[in-house]
């Protein structure tokens, strides 16, 4: 998959888990950025992001995901493979 | 959705736009509690069970139509996830949970100390969540002896936690079974080493029932829950590691369905009756067009053999007291047919207590079915395998549970059972006859049509009436009656096991438990009378009977009984109270039909009555009080 292609399915997927509104993506958005995002919904994040793209992530990887632009190329990755 | 691999599969799915629908209805001012229901009633994902309960905080007080219930959550692990899903699934089986998390990892002082903000809250009920690590159970003992002690241990554990929640907090403790762990240690092997954690938590969990869970009780079984997901399916290690979340995101929604249909159970809201379609439901192929030797049912092929074991499971459910009830666009001699002449046919005419086949359309006929069997369409799980009646039945009766399931009748039986309609808190001798009771009744409907006037036929029926101060053998049908009735409650107080309990021998209460039989059968207990006594009048704190006897006199012959006992202590007047529900106007003539007089119309409606007993006279009834 394509970074865009990533992203544009990516950000419904975060509306939906955060339960908020028009999420502007950003490469360097992290979770201090959103109120919503804290260690509990992060869980429920990877779950339904893996569940979207039909991926695995490793326990270390979900704990390197420094960035949003990170889990993007992760995400492309996995994706593509 | 066909197969048993999706999550909650007898429901329908969410819409897609789900969240966005939860918005606008969350924002009207008029809130549409029905809507929000429909939505709560689709098989909402971990996401949307946060956006269900977001609103339903954000709403609570202002939806209409939900029994209100505290409940308070203690645990050794992150509860956040499964407050949120409990508050969202609890709409779906018709309550208003508030919920009150104990501080993450606070187990013994939560339910210990009568200062903690778990006892302040005034729960309802506690649920208890612990783990296998927290227990002792995680990690394997196996040193000779070690096994009993870690499960002993254990079992010391959670006796003292429930003690806890019943005498301190004074609430409902509700308890958990353990899931078995998805890995082994042995292998299979594993179920011969006492002190595997697989074995140990099996003893656990038979312990648990055997020694800790008593009457008043509620008992989650968890383990039964995640074997029927899939071991594999409910454990995730990752969001144990990451956050302590003891069992799968994706299992959620199923465990919540779980404790919430025994707590809707415990506030009377478990089925009653299975209503069956026929043509390609209780038989394969239409009777109509197919004719007897056409339709599918019975041995010999796979169609068949599946019908029969719907029919199989709807006995089965018969025999521990649910009703049957066949609801059909059928001629009814077409419909008939099979019930009397096929050979392969479990079902038979004697089992249904209500058949109706007809061309009226089927919500008509349902309420039909209801009325005649003296119970709500709240009541009602309706089977059919036609999607058109289905949604036809959601949307004109939305209180009658309509499972999904699926097109092929291989898998009708399981997703009846899975969808837990039929959730009990108890079983007695009375649920494995109550199906008989209503048999009983349409007996005595033909009986009325031949009798010529009421009077007579109330004699013809040689009733006896037994009643009895509460005491341990009544007890569990005492709670259940005070928990599960609805119209003839001229209160609709409830009280669990334990205080049930705690009335046997309260000298200020007054209690009755009544039971009437008649020469078509007994009815078991129908009636339960809580009066508070004070030195001139009674007050009558609860008064319910089952509408199985409805228009038999028998409230007369209870306040005759309890006149007389009132006389003897001297006392002046008798104090009745009706507190209007949603359900129990058919009561609210109650007092003026009995001769009390009306002293007071409260803001909600509630009024109080008063009977001097020096003017009070005992009708003479066609019932001998025994």
């Not at chain 2, 779906?92 to 606070?106: E, F, N, P, Q, T």
């Not at chain 2, 969001?239 to 299992?251: E, G, N, R, T």
């Not at chain 2, 796979?302 to 499971?313: D, F, M, P, R």
């Not at chain 2, 053998?473 to 609709?492: E, P, V, Y």
Request: proline share 4%; glycine share 6%.
């Amino acid at each position: 998959m394509t970074r865009e292609e990533v992203i544009g399915k990516l950000v419904p997927v975060m509306e939906d888990v955060f339960d908020i509104d028009d999420l502007d993506y950003a490469e360097t958005l992290t979770a201090g950025d959103i109120p919503e995002w804290d260690s509990l919904s992060h869980v429920r994040l990877m779950v339904a992001v893996e569940r979207a793209f039909a991926i695995r992530f490793t326990s270390s990887e979900i704990e390197d995901f420094k960035v949003l632009g990170d889990l993007v190329t992760a995400i492309a990755v996995k994706a593509a493979g | 959705m066909s197969d048993m691999s999706s999550i909650l599969p007898w429901l329908l799915p969410p819409p897609v736009d789900f969240r966005q629908q939860i918005k606008v209805l969350a924002k009207e001012d008029a809130i549409d509690s029905s809507a929000l229901r429909r939505l709560a009633a689709t098989a909402m994902s971990i996401d949307q069970l946060g956006q269900m309960s977001k609103a339903i905080t954000a709403i609570g007080p202002r939806l209409t139509g939900l029994t209100p219930m505290t409940l308070a959550l203690v645990g050794s692990h992150t509860l956040d996830y499964v407050t949120q899903a409990l508050v969202a699934t609890g709409l779906r089986h018709g309550l208003l949970l508030s919920l009150v998390k104990a501080d993450y990892g606070l187990v013994a002082q939560s339910v210990l100390d009568p200062q903690s903000p778990i006892a302040a809250a005034k729960a309802d009920a506690v649920l208890l969540s612990l783990d296998p690590l927290m227990l002792g159970l995680a990690i394997p003992q196996l040193d000779p002896g070690a096994a009993e002690t870690a499960v002993d241990g254990a079992i010391a554990q959670v006796t003292m936690l429930a003690a806890g929640i019943r005498e301190q907090i004074g609430a409902i403790a509700v308890m958990q079974t353990l899931p078995e762990p998805a890995d082994s240690l042995f292998g299979g092997y594993d179920t011969r080493v006492a002190g595997s954690p697989r074995a140990m938590i099996a003893a656990f969990n038979r312990r648990l029932v055997e020694e800790v869970v008593r009457g008043g009780d509620l008992l989650i079984d968890v383990a039964f829950a995640a074997a029927s997901f899939g071991l594999d399916r409910w454990h995730d290690p990752r969001a144990w590691h990451s956050a302590k979340i003891a069992l799968s995101l994706d299992a959620m929604p199923l465990y919540a369905d779980h404790v919430c249909r025994v707590l809707g159970a415990a506030k009377g809201k478990a089925r009653k009756c299975l209503v069956l379609d026929l043509d390609n439901t209780v038989w394969g192929g239409v009777i109509g067009d197919d004719g007897l030797e056409g339709i599918r049912i019975g041995q010999g092929n796979a169609t068949g053999e599946a019908h029969l074991a719907v029919q199989a499971l709807a006995l089965n459910l018969r025999q521990r007291g649910i009703v049957l009830a066949v609801c059909s666009k059928n001629e009814e001699s077409n419909a008939l047919l099979p019930f009397r002449e096929h050979k392969d046919m479990l079902l038979r005419e004697e089992h249904v207590a209500a058949f109706v086949a007809n061309w009226t359309d089927k919500a008509a006929n349902l309420r039909h079915i209801a009325e005649m069997l003296n119970i709500g369409t709240d009541a009602l799980v309706f089977l059919d395998d036609n999607p058109a009646e289905r949604a036809i039945i959601r949307q004109e009766l939305p209180e009658v549970a309509v499972p999904e399931i699926g097109d092929d009748p291989a898998l009708y039986p399981g997703m009846l059972t899975r969808a837990g309609y039929f959730e009990a808190l108890s079983f007695g001798a009375e649920d494995a006859q109550r199906a008989t009771f209503y048999q009983d009744n349409a007996h005595r409907k033909t009986a009325a049509a031949s009798a010529t006037n009421l009077d007579e036929y109330l004699t013809s029926l040689d009733m006896v009436l037994e009643a009895r101060p509460f005491n341990a053998q009544g007890r569990s049908r005492i709670a259940q009656l005070i928990n599960k009735s609805n119209q003839f409650n001229l209160t609709t107080r409830r009280y669990g096991e334990n205080e049930v309990a705690a009335l046997e021998n309260e000298p200020k209460v007054f209690t009755l438990q009544v039971r009437l039989a008649d020469r078509f059968g007994d009815n078991g207990m129908i009636s339960v009378i809580i009066f508070r006594k004070g030195s001139d009048s009674w007050e009558a704190d609860t008064w319910l009977m089952s509408c199985r006897v409805l228009g038999r006199r028998v409230e007369q012959a209870v306040l005759a009984i309890v006149a007389k006992a009132a006389l003897e202590e001297g006392v002046q007047y008798l104090v009745g109270r009706y507190i209007p529900s949603a359900k129990n106007a058919l009561v609210q003539d109650h007092y003026a039909k009995l001769g009390f007089t009306k002293m007071e119309t409260g803001k909600d409606g509630a009024t109080t009555w008063k009977l001097l007993l020096a003017a009070y006279e005992a009708p003479v009834l066609p019932i001998a009080i025994n």
